[in-house]
T-cell receptor, first 110, second 119 residues
Framework: SQKIEQNSEALNIQEGKTATLTCNYTNYSPAYLQWYRQDPGRGPVFLLLIRENEKEKRKERLKVTFDTTLKQSLFHITASQPADSATYLCALLGARQLTFGSGTQLTVLP | GAVVSQHPSWVICKSGTSVKIECRSLDFQATTMFWYRQFPKQSLMLMATSNEGSKATYEQGVEKDKFLINHASLTLSTLTVTSAHPEDSSFYIC???????????????FGPGTRLLVL
């Protein structure tokens, strides 16, 4: 069966450090992978999309890598700030629907 | 990016009553909208795909007679939770896809969610 796993339910890091979140998938052949941010009581907000033929994508302090051999995506936030504290979700587009991982709750400590 | 709104943002109702949630695409037209449900500490689970002018497509395990979906126009879809019970208490989120010119890709945008509490 298809699975999307985000290995850490929660991650605490110190302000200024780089946060690295992992997303692994099985039984998918995605054309692209997406990362979303979700704050408590709010809907997900789109952050980045990376295609299967792209190794890396950057946007300001965010960086995403995509390894289709390992079936893994890494999501990095550099120079992290307390305002980056949120739950981060990876998502894959299957046959017709977007399926989400369970998310990693990131807390950036001041 | 495109904006999706939902109304109400939260609702409390008595068991046995029906609740309607509206989802609107504010600056784009969406022939397809999606309804998700999210329980605490869990990820979003797709309930159904709403198609403008036709019947919704429900995911396995989702009762179509309990969760009525109407996609009456290209900017409005509604989800009605009929005869709501406490176990229906959850966070309901709608979504729609729009073409993102910068990405040259269709991107899925989400509404702010509706918190439903059934007493």
């Amino acid at each position: 069966s298809q699975k999307i796993e985000q290995n850490s339910e929660a991650l605490n890091i110190q302000e200024g450090k780089t946060a690295t979140l992992t997303c692994n998938y099985t039984n998918y052949s995605p054309a692209y992978l997406q990362w979303y941010r979700q704050d408590p009581g709010r809907g997900p907000v789109f952050l980045l999309l990376i295609r299967e033929n792209e190794k890396e994508k950057r946007k300001e302090r965010l960086k995403v890598t995509f390894d289709t051999t390992l079936k893994q995506s890494l999501f990095h936030i550099t120079a992290s700030q307390p305002a980056d504290s949120a739950t981060y979700l990876c998502a894959l587009l299957g046959a017709r629907q977007l399926t989400f991982g369970s998310g990693t709750q990131l807390t950036v400590l001041p | 990016g495109a904006v999706v709104s939902q109304h109400p943002s939260w609702v409390i109702c008595k068991s046995g009553t029906s609740v309607k949630i509206e989802c609107r695409s504010l600056d784009f037209q969406a022939t397809t909208m999606f309804w998700y449900r999210q329980f605490p500490k869990q990820s979003l689970m797709l309930m159904a795909t709403s198609n403008e002018g036709s019947k919704a497509t429900y995911e396995q395990g989702v009762e179509k007679d309990k969760f009525l979906i109407n996609h009456a126009s290209l900017t409005l879809s509604t989800l009605t939770v009929t005869s709501a019970h406490p176990e229906d208490s959850s966070f309901y989120i709608c979504s729609a896809r729009d073409w993102d010119r910068g990405l040259s890709q269709e991107t899925q945008y989400f509404g702010p969610g509706t918190r439903l509490l059934v007493l």
